[in-house]
């Protein structure tokens, strides 16, 4: 195997040697106790090519280049696929933050202030939904009014310009049910039909839009950056299975793909206290909640 190192110096390692490594690295992942551990002997075969970092920076989606020889087209590529590991907790494909807070006005309903402050008091397991729980008791109605910050309501009006409210859909619903894959939650509202889309031929707009916004945010799109289209994982998905088997997903199977994340990934409830979502709060008499938003693989 050829290894090109930073200052471009070309280094030829045989490739028993990385399969010898990634099976001691991979017994040595299954025997761990804790999720951060150092393998000193692995660590020791990385810095002989000049390898010191394997973690990919935060502002790309593809952990890993590969050159692909593809003689029937005579071309050889160079694709960029992001990896994600089965090992250890899940993966996630959108991370939350203030970037991904939905924000809904509180419509139908005068509450006191001291109703106000007893239900963001509810501080039970699931407290985000047992606050919009007491809420709905009071017979008040959620209405999206737009995304914390712009830059992630623009990002979703270009991959879709019905996206913020179908998202918005899905969150509020999966905070309101006990849906939480992704797959259960499209469907539910694709049988709802909230948008008011013409059904008659049994489009299926809310699964195709998803797919859409789920193949982006895989591929380039991040919340806190203006996306303009461009995949930075050109090449796909590099799957690390339990046993250690690698499965490909490549965009050019783009069906494939999009049926892959699909059916594999959740909505997941974040931290709430640093993200700022689930706790009611007034602007010019007005009353207001933030929901938010993560995309986490399934085990």
Not at 5 to 20: D, L, M, V, Y
Not at 87 to 95: F, M
């Amino acid at each position: 195997m050829l290894v090109s190192s930073e200052n471009f110096e070309e280094i030829r390692i045989p490739i028993t040697q990385f399969q010898k490594q990634a099976s001691f690295l991979l017994t040595k992942i299954k025997e761990a106790s804790s999720t951060t551990f150092s393998i000193p002997e692995v660590e020791e075969f990385f810095n002989s090519f000049n390898c010191h970092s394997l973690k990919a920076k935060s502002s790309v989606k593809s952990d890993i280049r590969i050159i692909i020889h593809d003689q029937r087209a005579q071309m050889s590529p160079e694709l960029g696929f992001s990896i994600k590991s089965q090992l250890g907790s899940a993966s996630s494909l959108l991370n939350a933050g203030k970037t991904t807070n939905f924000v809904y006005k509180i419509n139908d309903v005068s509450l006191s202030e001291q109703e106000i402050i007893d239900i963001n008091s509810i501080n039970s397991r699931s407290k985000i939904k047992d606050r919009i729980e007491k809420l709905i008791e009071h017979g008040c109605k959620y209405d999206f009014l737009n995304t914390e910050k712009t830059i992630f309501y623009n990002n979703l009006i270009l991959i879709d310009s019905c996206l913020p409210q179908i998202i918005a859909e899905i969150v509020y619903k999966y905070y309101t049910t006990n849906l939480y894959k992704v797959s259960d939650l499209v469907n539910s509202i694709e049988n709802s039909n909230p948008l008011n889309f013409d059904k008659s031929n049994n489009h299926q707009f809310y699964t195709y839009k998803i797919k859409r916004f789920l193949t982006d945010a895989a591929l380039g799109m991040m919340p806190s950056k203006v996306w303009t289209g461009e995949y930075d994982a050109t090449g796909g998905y590099l799957i690390i299975k339990e046993d250690g088997d690698v499965l490909c997903y490549h965009i050019y199977n783009k069906n494939e793909f999009e049926n892959y994340l699909m059916h594999n990934t959740k909505l997941e409830t974040a931290s709430s206290t640093r993200h700022g979502f689930g706790v009611l709060y007034q602007d010019n008499d007005e009353l207001f909640m933030n929901l938010n938003l993560q995309v986490r693989f399934l085990k």
